[in-house]
């Protein structure tokens, strides 16, 4: 009539197993060889499938630092019309193929290959130098969404040809955002300075930085304390109905049909623990159940803003 002891062991061993194992495979894939990735990617350049390409050239530049990989990872920016990361890439290929060529000859063929390809974009691009003034610990500037490293800060950077967006970010200070029109084969410079610096702790919020007050909130409080009990009950009584099992399947075997009447005490005592464990199953998914829709829709709520504070 159900699973001894001995059988859901086994099935909860198995069970674990599985698990493991299905978690193993969550782990990280093993890395290509660079060489293998730039192999499988000049296949899929070839192929003009450059958005799969791609990522294999920068996982071979990561892992080798090489400019024959770079330079493919610039040429399929450039077929994808990332014409600005594309030209930032061709620029490290002719600097690093141009070091390496120095004491290894074989690099000359590339450097020669990027320094053409680079001056073709020249004409297709746009570039933003970006200055900030006396920048704060932790200053990061993206421009058009792309991070700027430290030695690209009062440098010319390629940009798409358009209006460029520009975020500035520092420790302690409020974000600054600007836009520049840039044309194609042009040069903008753009001047940044933190002015506003973030609120510290017992200074007044600026407008719109008031905390919103709420309301309730103890229905959801005792939520989480009405589920912990109810859970409380779902496991006393799987534990409940493990044991009347076992004690089923123990009278059954030692009976081997209807038990006379001195087994009438266990008999009794089976059905008593099959009641509570129904009684700890049922009741307690039930208020297991309430306390979740507590937690839901508890609260808090937030009230709403006073006239002076929408004035402000």
């Known amino acids: 009539m159900g699973l001894s002891w ?19 495979g969550l782990g990280p894939a093993a ?15 070839q192929k003009k499938r450059f958005d799969e390409a791609l990522p294999l050239f ?16 610039a040429r399929c920016l450039r077929e994808l019309g990332r014409l600005d990361a594309a030209y930032e ?35 297709r691009v746009g570039r933003l130098v970006v200055t900030v003034v006396e920048p704060p610990e932790g200053t990061v500037v993206y421009v058009g969404g ?35 029109d840039i044309e194609a084969g042009s040069t903008r410079t753009m001047t940044i300075t933190f002015d506003e610096a973030l609120p510290v702790d017992g200074e007044r919020p600026g407008p719109g930085d008031e905390d919103v007050p709420t309301t309730g909130g103890e229905v959801r409080i005792a939520g989480y304390a009405v589920g912990a009990v109810g859970l409380v009950g779902v ?5 409940l109905a493990g044991k009347a099992q076992a004690d ?16 009438q005490t266990r ?18 998914s039930i208020v297991t159940a309430a306390g979740i829709a507590m937690i839901i829709f508890g609260g808090p709520d937030e009230l709403e803003a006073s006239s002076e504070a929408l004035f402000r």
């Open 6 to 24: 001995a059988r859901a062991r086994r099935w909860a061993v198995a069970l674990l197993i599985l698990v493991g194992l299905w978690l193993a």
């Open 31 to 45: 890395a290509i060889d660079p060489a293998e990735a730039f192999k499988q990617g000049l296949e899929l350049f």
């Open 58 to 73: 920068e996982e071979a530049v990561a892992d080798s630092g090489s400019p024959n990989a770079r330079i493919y990872v």
């Open 89 to 123: 890439e061709m620029r490290l290929t002719v600097r690093d193929a141009t070091r390496k060529a120095e004491t290894e000859p074989k690099y000359e063929p590339t450097r020669d290959s990027a320094a053409s390809e680079l001056a073709l974009l020249e004409p």
């Open 146 to 180: 792309r991070e700027l490293s430290v030695d690209q800060l009062g440098v010319p950077v390629a940009a798409m040809p358009g209006r460029v967006d520009v975020r500035a970010e520092a420790l302690g200070f409020k974000p600054v955002e600007r836009t520049a």
């Open 235 to 239: 496991v006393v009584g799987a534990v």
């Open 248 to 263: 089923f399947d123990a009278l059954t075997e030692e009976c081997g049909g209807p038990c006379p009447a001195s087994e």
């Open 267 to 284: 008999i009794d005592d089976g059905r008593s623990l099959t009641l509570g464990a129904n009684i700890g199953l049922i009741g307690g």
